[in-house]
């Protein structure tokens, strides 16, 4: 039995291989060079046969690695008229396939698009189009898909545009600006709004905090509340604080209490049970406060794989904790029941467990919740104490967000052929995109009316952006490199400011947020629309609508295999690094055979320094270099910004403790580390054993590895 049982064809799609077809190619050119001669052509199909076992012990063949093979074995067997006359074809083939490249691929898409059950109307990439059919496009009660990508972008657009009505605008000139901007991809909301506007859920935010406290009945009413929140497409934070200790003492039942963690795993089930039919994973952040008696239990709560599948976890840790660290004194641990101390443990061997925790299996991450609160718009309204799924949102409890990112991808320009980035064209879609958002804000439909009540109270928009890693490569900077730092501050600064300008005027025409007289803004500003208006997302499946680089992420492989719909597996190429190549006589398909095994170009010798300088991937990048471009956008950034920081799996326990000290001395919000192959199951995979490539699923986009981070 043949060992080579798939082939790459040229449009990148994973095949079953095909002995037949080499026979038959044999054939025609022995019929040819008048060397016929029954079972001729099957003797050598199978003597090629045994040359690619040979050569592909490991990976998959190309079309073209399995010509060449056929030249050397006919060749080698003594047909070397044949063989020409076989190169011959090949030439031919070759000229016939340039003329009806264009017109080939297309069709072949749009047979796979329509396999899909999809109408694209806007010409995406088929990541793109198996995303929007899995979760966004309307489906009717049979499941079969209603909706174009272009009648998608159009229902969003309707439905946010016609808030303008409201005051007294022109609805139509809004509606066609955010068509256009959301279906040329340089801007898209957050999920919930592009599953939801327009529909009867209505439900449009990604990011809601809810309050937990001491009681049965607070436990509970929140758990409905959040499993409404998910089933409409949002997710969920908690802080557990409040929640007396495992082991204390229940005054109305005289029983023992259980801890925050028991009522965790009670939420992570509801969850499990709630995202079986809802249209993403629900998700959840459980943050607990370092000086909780039951802070060992919580650090170690997700260290046994398959607990608490559904939750990032955060430890809150203050200045004085970090500071005590350093120091190596001890702390109080406080009971949140009546606030007395309970014992005391050494902060060092606490952080020293998060540590571990965090190399073993990605959790905990930290939330620096004193620079949080640095930042919070509305002290006066309370402190903040959780945030949502991934981080980047800190919210007062029954808070909402609504999120939206730019691609900065569109943005770079060319002109004589070298690159420039169009801030001008930056400013509109900020602008636009700001008027977007707080346009959500009115036609959302609110799971809550606590929660439309503090939303509307404090009008909070995140406006991020995505394709980032792609921005630097087409100007030619190095993710890894000062310069980089640079941009990203430029970038977020600006973004920062020029958003803050459009909710001042949106401010003055249409009003202030109820609470901007409560709010740090209140002498600052002569009116303001919105308290934040910045936050830096993960993206995730939007970026893979925008065909960009996730977020801030830096690129996650230059080459891979990604698994879509119906089997299908495509072989893909990062697009700026297929053409650099091609444009410098560099490709070839054994080059990037080989890339795809590893998705780094960091040891290939035989490539140029200056490409191997500007095309870095994730593991290339040092984590340290990582949170400094964290922390050069967080310098500017009204929420938090998502990132998490990816480590080799020979990253050592230091290298994890100097991230995280690292992240809270640069004044980030929050920090999250993943180690290659920390856990059994995740989703990115070098050199799978089956074959031999870096193989992903469709919906992944680069944020996270683990898989714990959604959109």
Known sequence: ??????????????????????????????????????????????????????????GLPQVEDIQDRVEKVL????????????????????????????????????????FLGVKDDLKLKLNAITVLRNRYLLKNEEGEIIETPKELFYRVAKAIGEVDKLYKEDEKKTIDEFFVAMSQLKFLPNSPTLMNAGTELGQLSACFVLPIEDSMYS??????????????????????????????????????????????????????????????????????????????EFITA??????????????????????????????????????????????????????????????????????????????????IEATNPCGEQPLLPYESCNLGSINLAKLVKYENGEPYFDWEEFKDLIHLAVHFLDNVIDANKYPLKEI???????????????????????????????????WAEKIGKFLTEEARKKSVEIGLKRGSFPNFQKSIYYNKYPALRNATVTTIAPTGTLSIIAGCSSGIEPIFA???????MGGIRLFEIQEDFERILKERNLYSNELIKEISQVGSIRDFKNLPEDIKKIFVTTMDISPIFQV???????????????????????????????????????????????????????????????????????????????GDCVS
Not at 231 to 248: A, H, L, V
Not at 459 to 466: D, F, P, Y
Not at 473 to 478: A, C, E, G, Q, V
Not at 558 to 564: A, C, D, G, P
């Open 1 to 58: 039995m043949a060992k080579i049982k798939e082939v790459i064809k040229r449009d990148g799609r994973i095949v079953p291989f095909e002995l037949e077809k080499i026979e038959k190619a044999i054939e025609k050119a022995l019929i040819a060079t008048k060397n016929y001669q029954a079972g001729l052509a099957r003797k050598l199909a199978e003597k090629v046969l045994v040359v690619l076992e040979k050569d592909f012990e490991k």
């Open 628 to 706: 400094k471009i964290q922390a050069a956008f967080q310098k500017y950034i009204d929420n938090a910004v998502s990132k998490t920081v990816n480590l080799p799996s020979q990253a050592s326990l230091e290298d994890v403790r100097e991230v995280f000290f690292t992240a809270w001395q640069l004044k980030c919000k929050g920090i999250t580390i993943f180690r290659y192959g920390s856990k059994k199951e995740q989703v990115l995979y070098i050199a799978q054993p089956e074959t031999g490539f870096l193989t992903i699923p469709e919906d992944y986009s680069g944020p996270c590895p683990s």
């Open 219 to 296: 436990i509970f009413e929140t758990l409905k509340h959040m499993a409404l929140i998910h089933q409409s497409g949002g997710g969920t934070g908690f802080s557990f604080s409040k929640i007396r200790p495992k082991g204390d003492i229940v005054k109305s039942t005289k029983g023992i209490a259980s801890g925050p963690v028991s009522f965790m795993k009670v939420y992570d089930a509801a969850t499990e049970v709630v995202k079986q039919g809802g249209k993403r994973r629900g998700a959840n952040m459980g943050i607990l406060i370092y000086n909780h008696p039951d802070i060992l």
């Open 302 to 383: 997700k260290a046994k794989e398959g607990v608490l599948t559904n939750f990032n976890i955060s430890v809150a840790v203050s200045d004085e904790f970090m500071e005590k660290v350093l120091k190596n004194e001890e702390y109080d641990l406080i009971n949140p029941r009546n606030n007395l101390a309970v014992g005391r443990l050494k902060a060092k061997n606490v952080f020293d467990l998060i540590v571990t925790q965090a190399w073993s299996t990605g959790d905990p991450g930290l939330i620096f919740i004193d620079e949080i609160n640095r930042h919070n718009p509305t002290p006066a309204l309370g402190k």
């Open 558 to 564: 230059l080459s891979y295999i990604r698994q879509v």
């Open 452 to 486: 439309e009540e503090v939303t509307k109270g404090n009008r909070k928009i995140g406006l991020g952006i995505m394709g980032f890693a792609d921005m630097l490569i087409k100007l030619k900077i190095p993710y890894d490199s000062e310069e980089a730092i640079l």
């Open 75 to 114: 060749i080698e067997e003594g047909y070397a008229e044949t063989a020409k006359a076989y190169i011959l074809y090949r030439k031919e083939r070759e000229k016939l396939r340039e003329i009806k490249t264009f017109l080939g691929e297309r069709e072949k898409l749009r047979e796979i698009k329509t």
